[in-house]
């Protein structure tokens, strides 16, 4: 495999294969390098209903491969490889992975984001035993049994109207007394019989032998703890960037990566897009326009440092 390329993207989501394409297109020697499968967290999305011209909602791992191979049609070429090193020397950016080292005149870090954890006793002990960050791939194993989701945001509204469809019934907490998650499915979440919310809300303690049994709450606003019965905990909290690579670039305290407004970090020719980066909405058509745009931005950047070289 070539080394020495035009454009190296780090991270196959959504926002890494939409840079992909974009990049291949505008005629840049393309390596996307991803540790695991192409798609990042659209593999997990069960209906994907909401991204522009797509009517009748799709599966977010068809969604993925979409793009995938239209990224590959375009010319991108994939490798699967974790990449432990990204430093800028002169002109040059060197990435060092466990499959070998490359260099690139610029650089899109596309790494997403990992799943918040709640940080309460048994949450750890129980993972992959009943405690669970993906409710496409759990859900079912809990069919017909109570559920709890933790959260407020889109992502525990999304996966507790999915996990209704399952469960014998399923509770939704919240610490605070009002949803995060856009209005139209915070309503659609209310509306759900099979879903109880339970606003004012923490989590204190999952509990169980071999598997997760039940669940310590906190009512805020009544100040008493209680337990309940459940077989399953998913928790969506929100997730923190994978930004480690990025060295320099300038942060915000939760380690999202500043950009200007064509994806630029505050490292001239290392560019971010998606989940890593600060962003007031986070959806596969926001990763997707990012990538795009920094694609389009790295192209320029190769376009000036080739001319002054
Ligand atoms: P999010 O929007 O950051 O929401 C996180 C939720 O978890 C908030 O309600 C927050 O409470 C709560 N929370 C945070 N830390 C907590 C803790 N330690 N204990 C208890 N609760 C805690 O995260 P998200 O829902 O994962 O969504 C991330 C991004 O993806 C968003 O931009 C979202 O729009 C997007 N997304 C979109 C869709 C869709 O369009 N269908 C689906 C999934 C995700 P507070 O409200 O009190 O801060």
Redesign the pocket.
């Known amino acids: 495999m070539k080394t020495e390329r035009d454009l190296v993207i780090i991270g196959g989501g959504a926002a890494g294969l939409a840079a992909a394409q974009y990049g291949a297109r505008a005629n840049l020697d393309t390596l996307l390098i991803e540790e695991m499968a192409p798609g990042g967290q659209a593999l997990l999305i069960d209906r994907l209903e909401?991204y522009p011209g797509i009517i009748e909602p799709v599966n977010g791992y068809d969604f993925a491969e979409t793009l995938h191979t239209q990224a590959e049609n375009f010319g991108a070429e994939f490798l699967t490889a974790s990449v432990s090193v990204l430093k800028k020397e002169g002109n040059f950016f060197h990435i060092e992975t466990n499959e070998g080292n490359f260099t690139a005149l610029a650089v899109i870090l596309a790494t997403g984001a990992v799943h918040?954890h709640?940080?309460v006793p048994g949450e750890e002990e129980f993972q992959g035993r009943g405690v669970s960050y993906c409710a496409t791939c759990d859900g079912p194993f809990f069919k017909n049994k109570k559920m709890l989701v933790?959260?407020?945001?889109?992502?525990?509204c999304?996966e507790a109207m999915f996990l209704s469809k399952l469960a014998e019934k399923v509770i939704l907490v919240?610490?605070?007394d009002a949803?995060?998650?856009?209005k139209s499915?915070a309503s659609r979440v209310l509306a759900n019989p099979k879903i109880e919310v339970r606003f004012n809300t923490?989590v204190r303690e999952i509990k169980g032998d071999t598997k997760v049994s039940s669940i310590l709450l906190e009512d805020l606003a009544a100040k008493k703890r209680y337990e309940e019965a459940v077989a399953a905990v998913f928790v969506?909290?929100?997730?923190d960037p994978r930004s480690a690579l990025a060295g320099e670039a300038k942060r915000d305290e939760g380690g999202s990566l500043f950009t200007d407004d064509t994806m630029e970090t505050s490292v001239k020719g290392l560019f971010a897009a998606g989940d890593v980066r600060v962003s007031p909405?986070?959806?596969i058509v926001t990763a997707c326009s990012d990538g795009a745009i920094a694609a389009h931005a790295a192209a320029m950047h190769i376009d000036e440092v080739r001319e002054t070289a």
């Open positions: 909401n918040r709640a940080q933790v959260g407020g945001g889109d992502a525990a999304d919240h610490r605070r949803f995060r998650a856009q499915l923490v969506f909290i929100g997730s909405f986070r959806q």
